[in-house]
Structure formats: C-alpha cells, structure tokens
C-alpha cells in the first residue's frame, strides 16, 4: 500500500481510486470490529459499508494529527455501533441468524460455532467498556498496541495492562463456565 497519509491526501482531492485502496487496506478490520461489538454478521456489512460511505463523504474534513487514518475509520465505527444500540433498544428485532438457517456447512459445526461466538460475547460482556474496547480493537480490529492507545488516547501500558486484565477476567469467566457446563 502507498504512503497512507499520501493517499489520504488523494482521496481528500476526489482521488476514488485512493480511496479504493484505503478501502481495501481497512475494510477487514473494520468489518471485524464491527461484528464482534454487534454479534451480527449480516447487520456488520451493511454498517461497515455505511462507516465507509461516511468516511468518503467527510474525508475532506479528516485532518492528519499524527494519528493514523485507521484510528478515525474506528472512530467512525465507534459512533455507528452506539447510533445501532440506541436504535435498536427502541423497537425489538429478531436477528435473522436465529430464524433461518442456511449453510452448505455441517449443522452441527454451524451450531457450536455459534455457540462459542455467543458464549464469548456474554463473557466479555463482564468486562469495563475500556477493557472491552481494548479487546476489539487488538483483537477483532487487529490494531497493534500503539495503534490502539493512540486510537483510545491512552499511554501503551495502560492499553498492555487493560488487555492484560481483561484476557484474564475472559479466561476466568470462561473457565467458570465450562465448569458448570461439565456439571
């Protein structure tokens, strides 16, 4: 990929095709974030594809402050996801994924992963926002730890040290949870 500030500064000149190419750098890790936060893989397309739409439509106004492009598009994604809780506590919806079920894959496995994507959704429901938000970001964003504390606007330690604690709250819950499981 080129220089990212010199293709930020293509794009903000009207460059599509510069803008392409940020697309493509970051639609992953976006679309990542993204579904982790809202555990639904159909509504994270459309709102990743909406985040860009967004992000095209106000590049003109992104400003370089040594802060990498991917920490605005995660902004951006940031105030999506509050804009879809806020939203979606106002009128009750049934995810799709829980009514039909389509796959060439095995049943099976389709249900088990599910279930494991879900179980793994409610525990880091126990974790602080911050921590939770740590988890996204490194994890499902792929973000490196400097990526993340610039992105949050912590120090480095702080961002090792809440995902630090919140990987061991994670394995604990989980741990407790097989446990009964076995029971």
Do not use: C
Not at 27 to 32: L, N, P, V
Not at 92 to 111: A, F, Y
């Amino acid at each position: 990929m080129q220089d990212e500030q010199g293709l930020v500064r293509q794009a903000q000149q009207g460059d599509k095709d510069a803008f392409a190419e940020l697309y493509e750098a970051y639609f992953d890790k976006i679309y990542r974030y993204v579904v982790i936060k809202i555990g639904n893989k159909v509504e994270a397309e459309d709102m990743t594809q909406q985040i860009f739409l967004k992000a095209y439509q106000s590049i003109r106004s992104y400003k370089w402050k040594g802060v990498p492009f991917s920490a605005w598009l995660f902004r951006i994604a940031h105030n999506q996801i509050v804009d879809f809780f806020r939203k979606q506590s106002k009128r009750p919806t049934v995810r799709l994924e829980d009514v039909v079920v389509v796959s060439s894959d095995n049943p099976l496995r389709t249900v088990e992963s599910r279930f494991d994507i879900e179980r793994l959704r409610t525990a880091t429901l126990q974790l602080t926002s911050a921590q939770q938000e740590v988890i996204s970001l490194r994890f499902a964003g792929g973000l490196a730890i400097a990526e993340v504390a610039r992105t949050m606007g912590k120090s480095e330690g702080a961002v090792k040290a809440l995902q630090h604690s919140a990987v061991a709250a994670l394995r604990k819950v989980l741990l407790v949870g097989e446990e009964s499981e076995e029971r």
